[in-house]
Nanobody
C-alpha cells in the first residue's frame, strides 16, 4: 500500500495550494481518508478527513479555509488550502483508515509528506 502526496510548495500569506494524495495497492473506497500536518518538534496534528459517505471533518484552525475532497474511482484525496497563514507551514501527510476514530488516533496507513511553506 502506498499513499503518495504532492502539491506542496512555497506561497505567500493569503495564497493557495492544492495538495493531492494518490493511493495504490488496494481500494480505499470504504475508508476514511484524511490529512495531518507536522512541524519540527511538534506532534502530528489532524487537519481534515472525509468519510466513505462524504462526511467531512475539519480541525478548527482550518475551517472555512481548507476543503477536502476525494475521488473514489481514482483512489485520490485532495486538500484545497486557501487564505494560507505562516502558521500553516508544515509537512502535510495523507492517511487512510477504516474509521474516523482511527484517523484521529493516527492508526491508519501513511504516505510521505509534502512540504507547505507560507512566507509572511
Amino acid at each position: 500500500v502506498q499513499l503518495q502526496a504532492s502539491g506542496g510548495g512555497l506561497v505567500q500569506t493569503g495564497g493557495s495550494l492544492r495538495l493531492s494524495c494518490a493511493a495504490s495497492g488496494r481500494s480505499f473506497r470504504d475508508y476514511v481518508m484524511g490529512w495531518f500536518r507536522q512541524t519540527p518538534g511538534k506532534e502530528r496534528e489532524f487537519v481534515a478527513a472525509i468519510g466513505w459517505s462524504g462526511v467531512l471533518y475539519y480541525a478548527d484552525s482550518v475551517k472555512g479555509r481548507f476543503t477536502i475532497s476525494r475521488d473514489k474511482v481514482k483512489n485520490t484525496v485532495g486538500l484545497q488550502t486557501n487564505s494560507l497563514k505562516p502558521e500553516d507551514t508544515a509537512l502535510y501527510y495523507c492517511t487512510a483508515a477504516q474509521t474516523i476514530a482511527q484517523i484521529r488516533g493516527a492508526l491508519g496507513y501513511w504516505g510521505q509528506g509534502t512540504q507547505v511553506t507560507v512566507s509572511s
